[in-house]
């Protein structure tokens, strides 16, 4: 079974990839705010779940048709959103710019975060260090990218058609 990590992990190598960045794990943990070793973990489950093939001649393939049907229809299922009170931490969902002008929201949303510069409704990241690895290494694409999956996890029908058209793009930009 996939964990939120993994999730992150193919995002950030997607983003590596447009980007023209080597792949290495040392990189990726540090990136990711994991260990080398939850890097490879994952890349095994990502591999199990046929989202990623790896070659010892072309190395890394991702599966996208498989990847974005599973987030776009899996994803709210099997890592649902959860909301709490609110408090200081990194902008997510409606939030974010890339959606914020397609998307009209009373209320920000925040991954908590205690040195974050936003304040907002909390939302469960898909992985417990995703803020701290924002903050670590900022990337404003991926911050994109998992804001996105945050607007599936969070959203109706129509935030999802929206969340998932753009996410559609930047996946095969």
């Given amino acids: 079974m996939l964990k939120g990590q993994d999730i992150a992990l193919v995002m950030k190598i997607i983003v ?6 080597q792949l290495e794990y040392a990189v990726l943990a540090y990136e990711l705010y994991i260990s080398q070793s939850e890097v490879s973990k994952g890349m095994l489950r990502l591999e199990k779940a046929k989202v990623i093939s790896r070659y010892p001649d072309r190395g890394l393939e991702i599966h996208k048709h498989a990847l974005f049907e599973m987030l776009v229809h899996g994803l ?3 890592m649902t ?3 709490n009170i609110e408090q200081r931490g990194t902008l997510t969902a409606y939030s974010t710019p890339c959606v914020k002008t397609k998307i009209v929201s009373q209320h920000a ?4 975060y205690i040195n974050g510069q936003d304040k907002g409704i909390s939302l469960t990241p898909l992985y417990k260090t995703l803020p701290k690895a924002l903050d670590r290494f900022p990337d404003e694409c991926f911050h994109e990218l998992m804001s996105l999956l945050d607007l599936i996890r969070l959203g109706g ?7 998932s058209e753009i996410l559609e793009k930047k996946i095969w930009a």
């Fill in 16 to 21: 590596s990839q447009q980007l023209g960045r």
């Fill in 76 to 78: 709210k299922y099997f």
């Fill in 81 to 83: 959103a959860e909301l």
């Fill in 109 to 112: 949303y925040v991954w908590p």
């Fill in 157 to 163: 029908s129509r935030e999802i058609k929206i969340a």
